[in-house]
């Protein structure tokens, strides 16, 4: 893994590289969630790396890239288009998949930015569809001001149950530290931006083709209900229901989610 901290504004955006440019084959980029870091797709990397030049940042926010502005434009979409030209240069093409608010923010570059022919989008938000919560998500910034790690393990894990992951059994050491390091590390706010919608609208604009991906089980929509309604009149639009997994689809079923991947976008 490289990583590139491209300049921006007074601060910069975090790019992890992965693999080798490939002639003929456009470059992928990976765009994690809210509450979120590049390591969202940890556990796709090296597959994925295999056959695409892969660019993953920690968006405008989260993890080690700087905090622009509150605004979905000017705090996000015009960080990443400025730091992906500066990578790629304006006329590269490129392709692209979101995940859950990086579904929305991949909706909105399409429609900003020429040469995107394919796009992925794994349980994203914006939808603005039915949720089926499983609970109230745990309080946890006390425990980490207190540094009671012992409790704030313990609201991780519980969280990632509520909201991520379909099974406890599947909520391991290792998606633990991604989701603790992430949220200690967030100062974006995703969810009043997404939650009311917006990502049908933005998809219609686009003419490209879609993929989407969702888990049997995600607690952030009816998958069934939500594909009819972003996929309808949609040409170019495939969609994939995972069994047996829930919003973090790519974790928890990483190499069904890889095969879908390279299918897609080779």
Known sequence: MKTHQIPYQEGYVSWNEFGESRSGVPPLVLLHGGHGSWEHWFKNTEALSEHFHVFIPDMPGFGKSSFFDEPLQTGMIDPILATLNTLFGSDQEINIAGFSFGGFVTAHLVNQRMGIAKIALLGSAGHAGPRRPRGELLSWRDFYLAQDWGNLQRA??????????????RVDDLAIRIHQDACVATRFRSRPIARPGGLLEQLQSY??????????????CTPEYVIQKLADGKVDCSSVIIQDTGHWVQYEKPDEVNDLLVDWFK
């Open 207 to 220: 003419a490209g083709k879609i993929l989407m991906i969702w888990g049997e089980h995600d607690v952030t």
């Open 156 to 169: 991780m894990r519980e969280n990632l149950f509520q909201q991520m992951i379909s099974k406890g059994e």
